[in-house]
């Protein structure tokens, strides 16, 4: 059976140290995909200079080549991001920009360099909007070349204009804890599905 590595990545608006409720849920994601043997990092988006743009590389100073270039060596992709006024963080779609490049970057068979790249999202926010939120980051996910398997999120959303943040809760809710464990086994599956059997291309390319 073949090994499986995996990269998130937190697009919380907060610094590191600072305590992050996303990076937390990623932990969580990256603690049962190592549970199945998946072998994982996380990096906080914010940490990095990842300057504005639609190529893979927006010259000196630019940190996205080498996020990029993480992305593109796991074989599976979390996307974490906080719910701000209703959609994902901006810096998440600061990554999705960034992605835009893939649509013009193919092999000599026509395929998205992320094509193979399996890809789920984790979800926070005290407000409505994980359903809203998840689809915005599936379809650009999906517009760039990732796969997304069935259920291939997990989320926690707080209780309207409530304080409360996932990262003060004393344990964490069933609901979301069977969310995670759903996404990761979707997620394996399907990564090892691809690993064994590539997306086909185009030989007149």
């Given at each position: ?53 639609v190529t893979s590389d927006e010259g000196e100073g630019d940190d996205w080549p080498e996020l990029r270039k ?136």
């Open positions: 059976m073949a090994n499986l590595s995996a990269f998130a990545l937190n697009c919380s608006l907060k610094p590191s140290p600072a305590s992050s409720s996303s990076e937390l849920l990623l932990r969580q994601v990256l603690d049962e995909l190592a549970r199945h043997g998946v072998s994982g990092s996380l990096e906080r988006l914010v940490d990095h200079n990842v300057k504005p743009g993480r992305i593109l060596a796991a074989d599976i992709f979390i996307l974490g991001a906080p719910i701000w006024i209703g959609h994902p963080s901006s810096l998440a779609q600061r990554v999705l920009e960034r992605m835009d490049a893939f649509l013009g970057e193919t092999d000599d068979m026509g395929r998205m360099v992320s094509y193979g790249t399996v890809a789920g999202v984790a979800i926070v926010g005290n407000e409505d909007g994980a359903h809203h939120v998840t689809a915005e980051l599936y379809q650009g996910l999906a517009d760039v070349g990732f796969t997304i398997p069935p259920n291939a999120v997990t989320y926690w959303v707080g209780g309207a204009m409530q304080k409360t943040d996932y990262n003060d809760l004393e344990e964490t809710p069933v609901e979301t804890d069977q969310a995670t464990k759903m996404m990761v086994r979707n997620i394996i599956h399907v990564a090892r599905l691809l690993k064994e059997n590539p997306y086909p291309g185009d030989p007149d390319e």
